[in-house]
């Protein structure tokens, strides 16, 4: 079956920094775009980052472009999410999911990872 599981959150003060892996399995990884989704307390979901299938192209959203790096080694089966010069606004559960726009029907997630920034 289809699995992806995330790892590397955690609490981090403002200005920090945190890499968040995301491990696939039982699927053609290779031939998938992989997205970065976060949801905040209170919150919906806010789509952040995107790689697609061959990392020839990233995708940013305006909130995290110049601090956070999306990268995906194919052979590996695994994405990550480098997060830099966190924010507090940047506490959130982060999933991983397939696609460029992840969607509940049509995409794999995980079950996601806790990132908390605060001081």
């Known amino acids: 079956e289809a699995q992806l599981v995330e790892s590397g959150g955690g609490t981090v003060q403002p200005g920090g920094s945190l890499r968040l892996s995301c491990a696939a399995s039982?699927?053609?990884?290779?031939?998938?775009?992989m997205s970065w989704v976060r949801q905040a307390p209170g919150k919906g979901p806010e789509w952040i980052a995107a790689?697609?299938?061959?990392?020839?192209?990233?995708y940013y959203a305006d909130s995290v472009k110049g601090r956070f790096t999306i990268s995906r080694d194919n052979a590996k089966n695994m994405v990550w999410l480098q997060m830099n010069s966190l924010k507090p606004e940047d506490t959130a559960i982060y999933y991983c999911?397939?696609?460029?726009?992840?969607?509940?029907?049509?995409?794999?997630w995980g079950q996601g990872t806790q990132v908390t920034v605060s001081s």
């Open positions: 999911a397939t696609g460029l726009y992840p969607s509940p029907r049509d995409s794999y």
């Open positions: 039982g699927f053609t990884f290779g031939t998938y775009d």
């Open positions: 790689v697609n299938s061959g990392s020839r192209s990233t």
